[in-house]
């Protein structure tokens, strides 16, 4: 090793250990979300959040299970007490109003996978996580350089079970990654913090997310020029159901491309809730940027709260938002129903096609605007 080398990887050092200082008095002092936390606006934190608060505070045993599919030598299950490395990038995630939240993950250290990804993948790789309690697992994703991979996480839960759940994904140059989240926990709680660093290649990022209540922050970082950050979601909300999604589009580097597509049916007295951000760092010159999220009224009782925003500092830049809330399209329906399909059915097939305009550009079958 030459004395430039050495230089180099002491500052490194001593950088992590700062940083790792400053997170943790970030979690010594963070306070649990209230409702004067602009993050949580209407997601209803002094019931949901001081609820999973409560249940990780407990000293009782987290109850799950994990397995892996098609991944060959790229999977290594993971306890993250035991694993320094993988501790310490959780502990520098970021989160959307939540650090107290991912505080109290950390001191859980539930398991989960880390993916090596050094080759491409011949069919999607399967990750599923199952609960009938408390479970708080956290996966792992990096991808080599120039590698195309695709990732399927799942989350399966049944009873008024609870899940916190942590992802990391990094992607390095000219790799390229399709990773999709299912979840669907029945009539338990569950939240889960993504958070993407994007080094140069391409990111595609698919959730469908059902639960009792549902809380999503999603953060993508992108560093370098002609990277590219795609984020989907498709719901389908009902009965009392609460779906809270947070976002941020962080462009550090000029000449990055994003795109978020977010689409939510609404039934009954469900509430779905969105607060998107588009970050565009000072000198991130030429950066291409948009968000978009549009919701379905099935009832008269159902609730939107949609928040788009902006935070531009840079010029040349070409950034964009936009938001639509309304009921199903009575045209379609009788179209529909002029043919001898049921309302109900009907009703269901207008709803499908609505969700499908999100998954079917995630899987590239319709070429994104």
């Not at 992607?171 to 989240?181: D, F, R, W, Y």
């Not at 669907?184 to 209540?213: C, F, P």
Request: negative net charge; aromatic residues 8%; glycine residues 8%.
């Amino acid at each position: 090793m030459s004395i430039e080398e050495a230089f180099a990887l002491a500052e490194a050092e001593a950088k992590l250990e700062q940083a790792l200082a400053d997170n943790k008095t970030r979690f010594d002092n963070a306070v649990l979300p209230n409702r004067y936390n602009e993050d949580w606006r209407f997601g209803r934190p002094n019931k949901f959040a001081m609820a999973l608060a409560e249940t990780l505070q407990r000293n009782a045993n987290c109850h799950g299970g994990a397995s892996v599919q098609h991944a060959g030598d790229s999977a290594v299950p993971v306890a993250l007490a035991a694993n320094d490395d993988l501790r310490q990038t959780e502990m520098l995630m970021p989160t959307i109003g939540s650090d107290a939240l991912l505080g109290l993950h950390l001191k859980r250290f539930g398991n989960g996978y880390a993916l090596y990804i050094e080759e491409d993948t011949k069919e999607p790789i399967r990750l599923t996580y199952k609960t009938s309690g408390l479970y708080t697992p956290s996966t792992f994703i990096m991808v080599a350089p120039g590698v195309k991979a695709h990732v399927i996480e799942q989350y399966c839960g049944t009873g008024a079970c609870t899940m916190f759940a942590t992802r990391n994904i990094q992607v390095a140059e000219g790799a390229e990654l399709m990773v999709e989240l299912n979840a669907d926990v029945d009539a338990g709680s569950y939240m889960v913090i993504t958070n993407i660093q994007n080094m140069g290649g391409k990111v595609k990022h698919l959730t469908e997310l059902r639960g009792e209540w549902v809380r999503e922050e999603t953060i993508a970082e992108i560093y370098t020029p002609d990277a590219d950050v795609q984020l989907y979601s498709a719901n389908r909300l009902a009965g009392n159901q609460v779906l809270d999604q947070h976002t941020r589009q962080i462009h550090h580097a000029g000449g990055s491309s994003s795109n978020l597509l977010y689409k939510n049916v609404v039934d009954d007295n469900a509430t779905a809730i969105f607060a998107g951000n588009i970050y565009v760092a000072p000198a991130a010159h030429h950066t291409d940027a948009y968000q978009s999220n549009r919701n379905m009224l099935l009832s008269d009782k159902a609730t939107i709260h949609s928040l788009p925003g902006l935070e531009i500092l840079a010029d040349k830049v070409r950034c964009s938002h936009g938001s639509a809330s309304a009921p199903m399209d009575d045209e379609q329906l009788f179209y529909l129903c002029a043919r001898g399909i049921p309302k109900h059915e009907a009703q269901l097939l207008v709803a499908d096609g609505f969700l499908a305009d999100a998954t079917d550009k995630f899987r590239g079958n319709i070429q994104t605007t």
